[in-house]
């Protein structure tokens, strides 16, 4: 059985492409060389697969081959020519022409093209045949066969007729088959022709052949020889898309395209093994025969078979390994270009991490004026190198990774070489930059402890200057060891002083601002005038030990002076009262000598500026301190709690809740920071004026008020979270000793620590500039302190429903024993007879006066303060006063209402009785003040004059008369006020009984008695004379020419405003129809407004307020306000 497959032949001096991934892959990156190259992976025989002419397949003629009418049993003739054989087929004739010619065409593709080459052998089997059959078989298959004919043997039919029929006919016919053909009369002539090892049993051979089995092989074969035909154009389409692909600009999208080409590789590799699996089976059929039997002998068929599925087994074999090495240069470079946008990504990332870094270390000022804020400088700067520290690290590291890429033979190597480059510069830079302001910053400390060094020998010299006992000095043994002292000390100036200015200079240029150079001329003068100071008081010393001289008495005793060796503030007390005593003794101290009382006076004045440095540094210091401890709470705690990698350790009851446990602490950092501590340096050598910084920042000091209010519900937070994980871990970090609620505290203790330093200052700078500053920014921060003090207890108020900001400022707050007595019809009737008093708490609010009952307090801390539970409350627009009750000076009443309401408050003490009783009369007072500006504007419009009568008194209530109804109970009050007025008329006759709204601000200061609910009650004529003229608005009845430049013209029916009083019986009046002001004298006022009933400044249409000062028995005083009284 000899199976040749024609389409697996080998043609020599052809070759093929299956792919070409040499394309590029990207054009933003340049490719490697070898990738440029097309490999050739496949053999001739591949290529022969790809570009064989389309023929017919095995499959395709499957019935036309079963019918058996011409077989290839795989024989060769002596030549190699390659045998067809057709059998005895009787129907021969009745085949289709198109049968015929697929069969024979499809036969004659089989054999190789060499054996093609040297012809066919046909050997036609007609033994059984007739001659006319066998003349049409010929006919036909010399016009049908495709291929190059060498020999037709005829087996000519047996039967004597036909067999005499074919040699007679064959003659004459032999030129008409255009092919040589030989008659064989038996099959021993035809293996005269050809071998009988090469022939079939059929024909006497001993070739074993079975059609069928030779289908199956040819079919299996084909198959074969088409899969590997497509697994190679499989793989060339997809080294194409390979070679065409682009490579991304990101690493997610070439993460993606990796794992793409990943997948549709395995799927190749997949076919390749199918097609390798299918090729080792056929290859193993092929082989059966030799498996059965050692000895078999192939046809040469079989043969070239076997050696064609062996190629193609090999040169998929081949195909495999070329593009296992293709792809492991396409996944390497995929792999390097994810590997490249790691890097960029991460060098972006980095770049912007080091300009930040750049940008801060360009923006910080290692410029100090103290060694504290040196350090406190240098600790900024150490916090900023940690910082840049992580980004150094991360940046050489990226740099280092760079380098391993470039070592890796990375295709993108000129592009990453640049940017380890730009990496490792930048870092040079950054550390470079770090490196010199630390060296500057330490070398700027080293200068400022030196000169601090040298102003505290200064200022402890002048202290021992100060402390030296005037009376010690007058005997010659305390002055010679008073000079022993100072000889002492000055020994120590080497050790201590700077030496050469110049060479300071030279030393420390790199670090020398302007106002550095500025301190070290300061101490060097301050040496100066030190060294000039003990060089007078030696010559002085001097003198003294050199005669006896009678001790002076001492003024009065002086306290110890410690020893210089104590603490620090021990010893900064010790020193400031023992200085301040000093001072004292040397005024006091009867100094006969003129040079000698000059030289102390100008000492004193050096003590206290020395004295009041200290202060100022103590301020600067902690207040340096201050700031620092505030960042370091908002950055070691506020800013963690959105720290996600903390997240875990905060507790649920903490959660968003930073507001609430930090207040506005950063509010108050970002002023102290940006702001105040600037300020305050900038007074550095001037304490003395330091009020002014208070005072102008006295507004924003008010921020303390909410961090104060807030202050109970942070304790309480924090006190609910304090042991939770996330406030250790913090305070781990942090490495501080005292927990978070130390350092909320602070902004409380900062607050009350201004006004002690403020103090002391004021203390040493008596008769400076800046004393009033001083004792205004005291006075300013105690209010501030006060007003924090009452909000925390105004934010303790329950149970009152309306909103306190709306009730206007709170001005004071205090606890009282309260009794209440209600007015019933005219009489007076106790509600409830409360012999025992009520505790009340009050509020007193610029509109409204509340009253509260003061709960227990409990709890600990800041929930330890009490609580006030709302009682009642009065409104300031209805409320009126008597100074003193029932002869208790620590009593005073509160009532409205025309005294339906009467509140009888005492204090605690009398002062604080006067204290409350002052700040209601300043709230009484300011809102008569607007009513009456409130009443001028609505004035201020012409006003018809006021009907006039023959009356020659003159009314000065400034409201109209009230009616009828009320005549009777004003008759009954006459009496009243008449036995009042009496009692008045030797301490202000001027005021005595005057209506409410007729008093100015000035009167109401001097004789604060109002009251609002009575009815208003008419002057007698004897008390109009007296009491005529009053400020106020009065209608003018006659004309009259003003006589001077200062005076004033008035006309009949102007409407004018008598303002003050002033010398010479002289009054200050306004014409509010000219709005023109002069002055005008008191005798011609009373002719000018005589005939005038009533001036009807303050009243309305819809009711008129009145009242009357009066004086009760016990010489109390009542004070109102003006509800009813409407601009």
């Known amino acids: 059985m000899g199976i040749t497959c024609r389409s697996c032949e080998v043609q020599s001096g052809k070759s093929a492409e299956v792919w070409c991934p040499g394309a590029r892959m990207g054009q933003q990156q340049s490719v490697p060389e070898d990738l440029d190259q097309t490999p050739e992976v496949l053999s001739t025989t591949s290529d022969d697969i790809l570009q064989r002419e389309e023929g017919l397949l095995c499959a395709e003629i499957g019935s036309e081959l079963q019918k058996q009418f011409a077989i290839l049993p795989g024989g060769r003739g002596i030549n190699g020519s390659p045998i067809i054989v057709f059998p005895e087929f009787p129907a021969f004739g009745e085949l289709e022409e198109e049968e015929v010619q697929n069969v024979l065409s499809y036969l004659a593709s089989v054999p190789s093209v060499a054996a093609s080459g040297e012809g066919f052998i046909l050997v036609i089997d007609r033994r059984l045949d007739r001659w006319a059959a066998v003349r049409a078989t010929l006919l036909r298959i010399a016009g049908s066969f495709p291929g190059n004919l060498h020999l037709v043997l005829v087996l000519r039919p047996t039967t004597l007729l036909q067999r005499t029929l074919s040699d007679f006919l064959f003659k004459f016919n032999r030129d008409e088959f255009k092919m040589k053909v030989v008659m064989l009369s038996s099959v021993t002539e035809l293996h005269a022709y050809i071998d009988p090892g090469q022939l079939t049993t059929e024909l006497g051979g001993t070739q074993e052949y079975c059609h069928d089995s030779w289908i199956s092989h040819r079919t299996a074969i084909e198959a074969f020889a088409l899969m590997v035909k497509t697994t190679a154009q499989t793989l060339q389409a997809f080294g194409t898309e390979l070679a065409e692909t682009e490579l991304p600009n990101d690493a997610e999208a070439t993460t993606n395209l990796l794992h793409t080409h990943t997948l549709k590789k395995d799927k190749m590799k997949e076919d390749l093994q199918v097609a390798l699996s299918q090729g080792g ?32 087994l090999g040169q998929l074999d081949e195909t495999e390994a070329a593009f296992d090495d293709f792809w492991e240069r396409h996944r390497t470079k995929l792999e390097q270009c994810l590997q490249l946008r790691h890097f960029e990504h991460h060098f972006r990332e980095v770049r912007a991490q080091l300009d930040v870094t750049s940008e801060r270390l360009a923006g910080f000022s290692e410029v100090s004026v103290s060694p504290a804020h040196a350090e406190h400088v240098l600790r ?17 590291s990226l740099a280092a990774e760079g380098d391993m890429l470039i070592e890796n033979s990375h295709y993108a190597e000129d592009s990453i070489r640049p940017k380890c480059s730009e990496l490792r510069g930048v870092c040079e830079e950054i550390s470079s930059t770090l490196r010199s302001k630390k060296s500057l910053l330490l070398r700027a400390m080293e200068l400022h402890n030196a000169l601090e060094k040298a102003s505290r020998w200064c200022e402890e010299g002048i202290f021992l200057l100060a402390s030296q006992s005037v009376d010690r000095c007058q005997s010659q043994d305390g002055a010679e060891a008073a000079l022993q002292e100072l000889e002492r000390y000055l020994d120590t100036a080497s050790l201590h002083t700077l030496a050469d200015r110049n060479a300071i200079c030279c030393q420390y240029e790199a670090t020398l601002t302007a106002q550095l150079r500025d301190q070290v001329e300061r101490v060097f003068q301050k040496q100066s005038s030190v060294q000039e100071m003990f060089e007078k008081r030696r010559v002085s010393l001097k003198k003294l030990a050199a005669k006896q001289t009678r001790p002076v008495q001492p003024v009065a005793p002086r306290p110890e002076v410690k020893s210089p060796l104590s603490s620090p503030n021990q010893q900064r007390k010790e020193r400031r009262y023992s200085a301040d005593n000093a001072i004292c003794k040397k005024v006091e101290s009867p100094i006969h000598n003129g040079g000698t009382r000059h030289a102390s006076l100008s000492e004193e004045e050096e003590n206290l500026a020395v004295l009041r440095r200290h202060v100022m540094n103590e301020l600067l210091e902690t207040e340096r301190a201050y700031v620092e401890e505030l960042l370091c709470v908002l950055e070691g705690y506020a800013a963690e709690m959105d720290n996600p990698a903390m997240a875990h350790l905060i507790p649920s009851t903490l959660l968003s809740k930073k507001d609430v446990l930090f207040g506005n602490m950063s509010e108050i950092y970002q002023f102290h920071k940006r702001t105040f501590l600037k300020e305050l340096e900038a007074y550095t050598d001037c304490p003395e004026l330091v009020g002014r910084c ?35 871990e913090c305070q781990k970090k942090l490495e501080h000793k005292l927990g978070l609620d130390s350092y909320l505290l602070k902004p409380v203790q900062r607050i009350t620590k201004y006004q002690l330093l403020l103090k002391e200052l004021l203390k040493y700078s008596k008769g400076c500039d800046g004393c009033d500053d001083l004792q205004e920014a005291l006075s300013s921060i105690l209010g501030i302190l006060k007003a924090v003090n009452d909000s925390m207890h105004l934010i303790a108020i329950t149970g009152y429903e309306g909103n306190l900001s709306e009730l206007g400022r709170l001005l004071m707050q205090g606890s009282f024993s309260v009794w209440t007595e209600h007015k019933k019809g005219h009489a007076k009737v106790k509600d409830l007879a409360r012999f025992k008093p009520m505790q009340r708490h009050l509020f007193l609010h610029q509109k409204a006066l509340l009253f509260c009952k003061r709960r227990e307090e409990n709890g600990e801390g800041y929930e330890k303060a009490p609580s006030y539970s709302f009682k009642h409350s ?72 006021s009907p006039t009568s023959n009356n020659t008194s003159i009314s000065l209530s400034p409201f109209r008369s009230s009616s009828q109804k009320n005549q009777k109970k004003q008759e009954e009050k006459k009496v009243e006020a008449s036995t009042i007025s009496e009692v008045n008329s030797s301490s202000s006759p001027k005021h005595k009984g005057w209506n409410k709204a007729s008093l100015s601000v000035d009167a ?40 001077g430049p200062q005076e004033l013209s ?22 509010l129809r000219t709005s023109k002001e002069g002055w005008v004298a008191a005798a011609n006022l009373l002719s000018l407004i005589s005939e005038s009933k009533s001036s009807q400044s303050l009243s309305s249409s819809d009711g008129s307020v009145s009242g009357n000062l009066s004086t009760s028995s016990s010489c109390s005083e009542t004070y109102t306000s003006y509800s009813d009284i409407k601009p």
């Open 1050 to 1071: 008035v006309k009949s029916g102007d409407m004018v405003q008598l303002i003050r009083e002033g010398e010479d019986g002289q009054w200050f009046v306004k014409n």
């Open 281 to 312: 089976r056929l290859l193993e059929c092929i082989n059966e025969p030799l498996q059965t039997d050692p000895e078999y002998s192939m046809t040469y068929d079989e043969l070239e078979n076997l050696a064609t599925v062996q190629r193609l």
């Open 380 to 396: 900024e700067l150490s916090g900023h190198e940690d910082k840049a520290c992580d980004a150094l690290d991360r940046a050489l």
């Open 694 to 728: 208070f005072l102008e920042r006295m507004k924003d000091l008010q921020i303390y008020e909410a961090y104060c209010q807030n202050k109970p519900r942070s304790e309480s937070l924090w006190r609910q979270c304090s042991d939770c994980a996330f406030f250790q």
């Open 874 to 945: 009065l409104s300031m627009s209805a409320v009126g006063i008597t100074e003193n009750a029932k002869g208790d000076n620590k009593k005073f009443e509160i009532w409205c209402n025309s005294r339906d309401e009467v509140f009888i408050a005492q204090a605690p003490t009398p002062e604080i009785k006067t204290a409350w009783v002052n700040e209601i009369r300043k709230v009484l007072t300011q809102q008569l003040q607007a009513c009456r500006d409130a009443s001028q504007q609505k004035s201020s419009d012409p006003v018809s004059p």
């Open 1004 to 1043: 109401s200061e001097e004789n604060d008695g109002y009251s609002s609910g009575e009815d208003p009650m008419n002057s007698d004529p004897e008390d109009d004379i007296v009491k005529k003229l009053a400020p106020g608005k009065y209608t003018v009845v006659t004309d009259c020419e003003k006589a």
